[in-house]
Each structure stands twice: as C-alpha cells, then as structure tokens.
T-cell receptor, first 111, second 115 residues
Framework: GQQVMQIPQYQHVQEGEDFTTYCNSSTTLSNIQWYKQRPGGHPVFLIQLVKSGEVKKQKRLTFQFGEAKKNSSLHITATQTTDVGTYFCAGHRGSQGNLIFGKGTKLSVKP | DTGVSQDPRHKITKRGQNVTFRCDPISEHNRLYWYRQTLGQGPEFLTYFQNEAQLEKSRLLSDRFSAERPKGSFSTLEIQRTEQGDSAMYLC?????????????FGSGTQLSVL
C-alpha cells in the first residue's frame, strides 16, 4: 500500500482564501515531487524538491521539504478558480525507481 | 514533445477476459512507468522500465499482470483473466534518465471497466 500520507483529503475554499496541503512519509525520502490533476485529466508535474529544508516558489505556490526529508507542504496564496484540482505529493525512497504517490488533496474553489 | 500516448482510451470487458493496453512514451525518454489509479486515490505504482529492461515490479501486482517493452520504445500491459477489482484507470508515464530522479510525464490513461 501507499506509504505517503496527505491531509486534508478535501478542501473547499472561497476564491481569494489561502490553501495548504501536507504530505508525510513514514520513511525518509530522497526527493519530493508535486503533481496537479485537473478533473478528468492526468497528473501534471509541478515541482521537485531535493534538499533538506528546501523552499521553492512558483508565483502563488510555495513548496517546502522538511528538514528530516519526511514531510512536505504546498501552500497556495489567494486561490483562484483555475487552482481547482487534486494535488498529489510523491517521493522516491533512495535510488528506487518507483515514485510513491500520496492519496492527494482535492481542492475546490468557490467563486 | 508529442506527449505520452495511450491506447485505447476506454476498455469495457467481461470478467475473465484478457485485455492489453499500449503506451507510446515521449521519444528519447528511456524510462517508462505503469501506474493504476482508482477514484479518490493517488496513482499506484505497478512497474518500471529502463529501456527494455523491467527494473521494478510492485509486490501488489499479481501474476495476471505482465508488462513488456521489447524494443525499448512502446510498452504493453496485459491483464489476464480480468476481475472486477481490476477496474481502474491505467496510467503510463515516461521520463528522461539524465538524473536518478526525473519528473514524470503522464499519458491520458486507459479506463478499464470489468463487468
């Protein structure tokens, strides 16, 4: 089974509110990747974090990788209706090729 | 990039039948992955190829599932004696292999329904 946990499972926000999803692994990860899946679509890569404590920003999106490389977060500032979708974190353990996905956080934005 | 292509987009089959799906990765991508996704869940890893070599296979994958990538280009995933629990979206992804961990490019998937 999957060993990467994500919370919350669902998040409903008013347009303009902030949104955060959290990702936790039971084991140390060598990296964290974040993907977005729009309704009816397929996962699309957003970003990869590799270093302990790393923080990266993409416009309104801020991604963090924990110091212990076991957790990560995605924060969206001032959500827009275009942010609607399910956000997945995923990580590799060591040099293994299989990318382990969390169950995702489904974001809905009310205009 | 022409994108990852999967065929068919939808497959409806009766329990006990065999099905085969095809995936054409982005050209020059040496790595190819198969994932399965059910409603409300994240993609679940099935197997992974580096060129034509199948390097990893999920322990969750039963003997009814087999995947091939004979020439290191396209790949096929076969499910024998399908069961209702096999109903899911089967996603293929590909990536470069310049680094140990690369970003994945997913195809649109094959939606399998087992009646």
């Amino acid at each position: 089974g999957q060993q990467v946990m994500q919370i919350p499972q669902y998040q409903h926000v008013q347009e303009g509110e902030d949104f955060t999803t959290y990702c936790n692994s039971s084991t140390t990860l060598s990296n964290i990747q974040w993907y977005k899946q729009r309704p009816g679509g397929h996962p699309v890569f957003l970003i990869q974090l590799v270093k302990s404590g790393e923080v990266k920003k993409q416009k309104r999106l801020t991604f963090q990788f924990g110091e212990a490389k076991k957790n990560s977060s995605l924060h969206i500032t001032a959500t827009q209706t275009t942010d609607v979708g399910t956000y997945f974190c995923a990580g590799h353990r060591g040099s293994q090729g299989n990318l382990i996905f969390g169950k995702g956080t489904k974001l809905s934005v009310k205009p | 990039d022409t994108g990852v292509s999967q065929d068919p987009r939808h497959k409806i089959t009766k329990r006990g039948q065999n099905v085969t799906f095809r995936c054409d990765p982005i050209s020059e991508h040496n790595r190819l992955y198969w994932y399965r996704q059910t409603l409300g869940q994240g993609p679940e890893f099935l197997t992974y190829f580096q060129n034509e070599a199948q390097l990893e296979k999920s322990r969750l994958l039963s003997d009814r599932f087999s995947a091939e990538r004979p020439k290191g280009s396209f790949s096929t995933l076969e499910i024998q004696r399908t069961e209702q629990g096999d109903s899911a979206m089967y996603l293929c992804a590909s990536s470069r292999d310049r680094f140990i961990h690369e970003k994945l490019f997913f195809g649109s998937g094959t939606q399998l329904s087992v009646l």
